[in-house]
């Protein structure tokens, strides 16, 4: 049962998120449709009777200068430095809030009803906020062709405010599903990665977009590796809270109680048996 539930789950948000790259695959072309098309024939410059293989400039508005190709450091010691960042705040967390194993915990299954709903409630809504976000990078990508023609277009106070957007927005969605999530499991170690990492990997990728504006577009590569690691954090912390919530029968290794809820299982139906003589 439980592992349907999984396997549904997953599916659901599968769904949602190539209907809502459908949604913005359509509303790109439906944009690109209404911007006119570019002339394909330009006058050449100076008139018929330009000399090519004389010194005379070229006064023309449809020159256009290249910038110089930038250098291998910038290129692939840029998004590598990033990717170094990212590595040196977990590195940082690590060292400054190492683990322990005797931490507040909390049990979800003990929760009032309205709580366990409205957590349930609030990190499937945020799980198909992620995946319509998401969407918006197909949309932008087939409007423009490219992340760097999409944020070379994009002013400074738009990516300002696009920056602070996403940081707010991912800070809050990590953060209320992460406490729990990490309370719920406190006693795992590997499990208390789970949160920083995502939040880690979120706050990397939204600095790539300035990599991808003002320093080389091999930045993208940066943007990925975050946005595939904090989309699978997310989604590991949502399965984990929405089978502790909806199934609350089910026992999993990685529960902190299991022994006792076996043993409480076992003399259950131990109970439950007849013995010679009860009639």
Known sequence: MIRLFEFGLVAFFVAVFLLARSLAVSAADADAAQVPAAETQQAQPGGDDFDFFS??????????????????????????ALIAVFFLILAAVWWFIPFDSHSVELNLRELPPAAKRGIAMAVVMFGIAFCFGASEI??????????????E???LGKLIAFTHAHLFGFT?????I???????????QSYQWIFPVGLAASMVDVMSWWGIKYVAPSFEWVSMFCGILFSFSYLFMLVGLLRVLLFPDV????DKDRAQRLQ????????????????
């Open 55 to 80: 010194d005379q400039p070229v006064e023309s508005a449809a020159v256009v200068e290249l910038p110089p190709e930038k250098p291998l450091w910038i290129t692939a010691g840029g998004p590598l």
């Open 138 to 151: 197909w949309y932008q990508l087939r409007l423009h062709g490219t992340a760097q023609a999409y944020f």
């Open 153 to 155: 277009q994009m002013s």
């Open 172 to 176: 809050t969605c990590f953060f209320i």
């Open 178 to 188: 992460g406490i729990p999530f990490s309370m719920q499991f406190n006693q795992l």
């Open 251 to 254: 026992i999993w290794r990685s």
């Open 264 to 279: 409480q299982r076992a003399e259950l139906r131990e109970a439950a048996k007849h013995h010679e003589g009860d009639y």
